[in-house]
């Protein structure tokens, strides 16, 4: 995966990886996640399958053009999968760096949203 500017002009797909955590916040980066894939930004990507290093999503993911990783807590078990897993070249969002604490900040679709718009410029494409 590169940074640069042809990468992101490619056909090569943006994935995004969440946290989807049995807290709040695990939710809350779950639902943004599904938000972003549903609005076309980038696809919603299996951390699991990272986790158990299924082939075919391996492959997929270092394919990607971009990668990010939603976390919703400190514990950051979205970063910390994809890092055992070899991959380094990727952003990361952390829900406590927007304001989100654990246990303080429930579902809701304005939550969902304001998490899904401050993580879209990840994905923004260069070319367009």
Not at 14 to 40: E, I, N, W, Y
Not at 56 to 83: F, H, P, Q
Not at 93 to 120: C, H, I, N, W, Y
Request: proline share 3%; with cysteine.
């Amino acid at each position: 995966m590169s940074e640069n500017k042809s990468c992101c002009c490619s056909a090569a797909p943006k994935l995004v990886f969440a946290c989807s955590g049995g807290a709040d916040v695990g939710a809350l980066a779950d639902r943004a996640a599904r938000k972003l894939t549903a609005d076309g930004a980038a696809k919603m990507f299996c951390l699991a399958g990272i986790g158990g290093r299924v082939s075919g999503i391996m492959k997929t993911t270092e394919a990607a053009a971009k990668v990010v990783a939603i976390d919703g807590c400190s514990l950051n078990c979205a970063r910390n999968t994809l890092e055992q897993a070899g991959f380094t070249d990727f952003m990361h969002v952390q829900l406590a760096d927007l304001g989100f604490a654990k246990g303080e900040s429930p579902v809701t679709e304005d939550r969902v949203l304001s998490v899904a718009m401050a993580v879209a410029p990840h994905f923004a494409n260069p070319c367009e």
